[in-house]
């Protein structure tokens, strides 16, 4: 069977659907897509972009696959969990497995201040897969000065909201939520909990709003509020640009300067800290685990080590970053990390 004929064959579907056709799916075919954040909605959606047939997709993730993940982060398993795989990497071979004609990259990285440009320049559109409005609002930063357009993606318990976001066209993260909420005023998943069914929900409508830019240059003009629990669903008219926005109107890029956001973390309401030194190091995790092993149990793979201190747990990867178990205050996780890693 011929490429041509593969691909044919593949799409036939999708390119039934008359708003694709054949010259929508070469659209789709050609297209670069950046998944920020592979948890719950970034793995959902980049399974069905993969399964769409997009060009070239990168998934950036920080963090490492647990068992509570495979609740609801669709292409995880339990031996991802038990060998501490980073999610970039098992979303990558998952995601290969499911299409070859795919180019599929992970990144295990945080996104920061520094790293934005080098991973995210040049794409066609970037796909919200976060979990914290801090990240969140650097990528509006980012798209908005570069006019990339981006998907904007968030669940909780059985609610969900979407929205695809065109600089300067329509309304930016910061028109619709111009301040940060005060830390710890939110509430996340690991302190409301979360439907695995909201998170196809929201993820569908993120590819939908994907596929339509793609194919049609522009997005819907609504923004999605459903709970599937209570069967509400709601289609709000997203309207216009702030012209008092700090972002898209007066072009403040906080998050983007570095001015905003911090080094010491806490993660998504979960009793664990990530630590990022600035600016990013190269460690050698072998040295590493084998000095830390004299004294505490080390487990590694080639992504990272996770290393048990007493009560905590510190998994450490290449880039210098760090997650600490078993705590939530963040000077003491600097004061981990500098005693068993370093300044």
Known sequence: MSDVSGKQNRYSRQVLFPAIGEAGQEKISRSRIVVVGCGALGSVSSEMLVRAGVGYLRVIDRDFVELNNLQ?????????????IPKAIAAQKALRRINSGVSVEGLVQDLTADSIADVCDGFDLLVDGTDNFETRYLINDFAVQRGIPWVYGAALGSYGVCLGIEPRKSPCIRCLFPDLPPRGSVETCDTAGILSSVIHVVSATQVSQVLRFLVEGRFSSRMLHVDVWKDEW?????????????CCAKEQFEFLAGEQGTFVTQLCGRDAVQVRPSPSVSLDLHEIGERLRRSFEVRSNPYLIRVQIDELEMVLFADGRAVIKGLSDLSAARAVYAKYVGN
């Open 72 to 84: 609801r982060q669709s292409l995880f398993t339990e031996s991802d969990a038990d060998q501490t």
């Open 234 to 246: 709601r289609s709000i008219a997203a309207g216009q640009p702030d012209a008092t926005c700090p």
